[in-house]
């Protein structure tokens, strides 16, 4: 019997998961996943957060319990009744009805916070961009979006630190692929677009053989792809790392490798068939193409389609 492919999608503030989720989901066909915001299962909301002085990252403010249960059911294919969180207003709107698709994704804070949560994925990605970067996402986010002002947007992640490192960024060990999007240190220009970005591959999931990456650059350390090896909470990991400016060659030869291991990837490494992968709006509102978040849809996407191979 089949049942739906859950990927987890975790990481603080602002730190690109719904820019991420969003790609793959495009990726998928949006009629075959199931978009879930752990951001809904808030147990306060924006003013009785206030009221009490607890944020929404602590645990206690999050009715992980249910989240849990709603997990476990979707991994069977059940319908959940879903709480539903506004950001925009700050208050909790009326529930919705769930029915899981072919495919799951859940992106949030505390996504993996508990060991039966974390047993309900089969692909755990976390996001780990540069605190002052994502400080900047999350100043511009709050202020375009949320109706904050800066001043309020810097004091709220000046209060929820504690938070972030006691809850948020210990969750980096239950994943399977650290996603680290950063700017290139000559590059003063930090639009989505010229970020670099760097993925920690951990051996709990089969990745693609990267390894003819290694004949292809030749070892070149000042190749714009790179491959290594290295310790991530010390533990042994590969590392594969993507700079903002790699050629549009160099990222097809990196596609092909993928796409000769999942051949149904093909379909998607075409960009005419998919003219989304990759894009996002730039700090003008433009749309730029960006190369490294691309392959970080296709290299996530690609162990979606290989848990359908094992598990359907």
């Known amino acids: 019997m089949s049942r739906p492919i859950i990927l987890g999608i975790v990481g603080d503030s602002a730190a690109g998961k719904t820019t991420l989720t969003r790609g793959i989901a495009q990726v998928l066909g949006p009629e075959n996943v199931t978009l879930i915001c752990t951001d809904d299962y808030h147990r306060y909301d924006r003013q009785q957060r206030a009221e009490i002085g607890i944020t929404a990252l602590h645990p206690d403010c999050n009715y992980l319990d249910v989240m849990q249960q709603h997990l476990s059911l979707l991994r069977t294919g059940q319908p959940i009744l879903k709480p539903v969180y506004s950001h925009k207003t700050g208050t909790f709107e009326p529930p919705q009805y769930i029915k899981p698709n072919k495919f799951v994704i859940i992106e949030g804070l505390l996504g993996y916070s508990t060991r039966a949560a974390r047993n309900a994925y089969d692909v755990k990605v976390y996001l780990a961009p ?35 490192e006691q809850f948020i960024r210990p969750q980096r060990q239950w994943s399977d692929i650290v996603v680290s999007f950063y700017p290139s240190t ?6 989505n677009g010229h970020l670099n970005v760097r993925l920690v591959l951990r ?27 290295d310790r991530d909470m010390n533990k042994p990991v590969d590392v594969l790392e993507v700079d903002g400016h790699a050629s549009l060659e160099q990222v097809n030869k990196l596609e092909h490798i993928m796409c ?9 490494c075409d960009r005419e068939s998919n003219p989304e992968l990759g894009k996002i709006a730039g700090t003008t509102g433009e749309t730029i193409q960006s190369y490294p978040l691309a392959l970080t849809q296709l290299i996530v996407t690609y162990h979606m389609l290989k848990a359908t191979q094992i598990y359907q």
């Open 130 to 164: 540069p605190e002052p970067l994502r400080a900047k996402w999350k100043v511009k986010r709050d202020t375009q979006k949320r109706g904050y002002s800066t001043e309020q947007v810097l004091a709220e992640l000046e209060k929820r630190e504690p938070d972030s």
């Open 186 to 191: 000559e590059e003063s220009d930090e639009t």
């Open 203 to 229: 051996p709990t999931i089969p990745h693609p053989d990267f390894t003819p990456i290694i004949n292809l650059t030749n070892g070149n350390s000042d190749s714009a792809i790179r491959l290594g090896l």
């Open 260 to 268: 000769s291991d999942m051949p149904y990837l093909r379909n998607i």
